[in-house]
């Protein structure tokens, strides 16, 4: 069955504009993670959902990043007046996680975002 | 706060050798493991997950083994193949269900046919 997928894949964009990202879980599942991979930084966790709940947003580097889940389904992650140390593979994931178990996450294959 | 640590960054090894990866991680108190594998500009794909209450995990050429108390975990490939050369990651999950994952720096490995 298809995975997650995410648009675009790459993106170029100039320091102050500001870029959405799009991410399309696995079909139902419930929780839905963003990640951001850098340069000598690895994988740091962004924000995460979990059906209805309210988001748990702690990752999230600055009140510039922002993210949506519409109808708990697709993810929009928005990056306001972007900066050059933005420039990173900004990566989804979905899981069937629920309050009462655990799963693996599946990940997408990112969003390359460069911030010139 | 949870660190997650691989050493080294970088390991390259002839076809055939069986290889050890590491991981340690400062935090005993953890809900499970998980070893993922990511090729060059793709995204992360998942090749075990431990639960804390188990020891081992194997799938295939692969074993991933975990040892809470001491913080550590560690993948095994026996007799690799020059198509095992990607980056792998080890990422834990916090005490917990529902959290995010911890990640390791990654070891990127070559093997060399």
């Known amino acids: 069955g298809a995975g997650v997928s995410q648009s675009p894949s790459n993106k170029v964009t100039e320091k102050g504009k500001d870029v959405e990202l799009r991410c399309d879980p696995i079909s139902g599942h419930t929780a839905l993670y963003w990640y951001r991979q850098s340069l000598g930084q690895g994988l740091e966790f962004l924000i995460y959902?979990?059906?209805?709940?309210?988001?748990?947003k702690s990752g999230l580097p600055s009140d510039r990043f922002s993210a949506e889940r519409t109808g708990g389904s697709v993810s929009t992650l928005t990056i306001q007046r972007t900066q050059q140390e933005d420039s990173a593979v900004y990566l989804c994931?979905?899981?069937?996680?629920?309050?009462?178990?655990?799963?693996?996450?599946?990940f997408g294959p990112g969003t390359r975002l460069l911030v010139l | 706060k949870q660190e997650v640590t691989q050493i080294p960054a970088a390991l390259s090894v002839p076809e055939g050798e069986n290889l050890v990866l590491n991981c340690s991680f400062t935090d005993s108190a953890i809900y499970n493991l998980q070893w993922f594998r990511q090729d060059p500009g793709k995204g992360l794909t998942s090749l075990l997950l431990i639960q804390s209450s188990q020891r081992e995990q194997t799938s295939g050429r692969l074993n991933a083994s975990l040892d809470k108390s001491s913080g550590r975990s560690t993948l095994y490939i026996a007799a690799s193949q020059p198509g095992d050369s990607a980056t792998y990651l080890c990422?834990?999950?916090?005490?917990?269900?529902?959290?995010?994952?911890?990640f390791g720096k990654g070891i990127t490995l070559s093997v060399r046919p």
């Open positions: 994931a979905s899981s069937p996680t629920t309050t009462l178990t655990t799963e693996t996450q599946y």
């Open positions: 990422a834990v999950n916090r005490a917990g269900a529902n959290s995010k994952l911890t």
């Open positions: 959902f979990q059906g209805n709940s309210a988001p748990d």
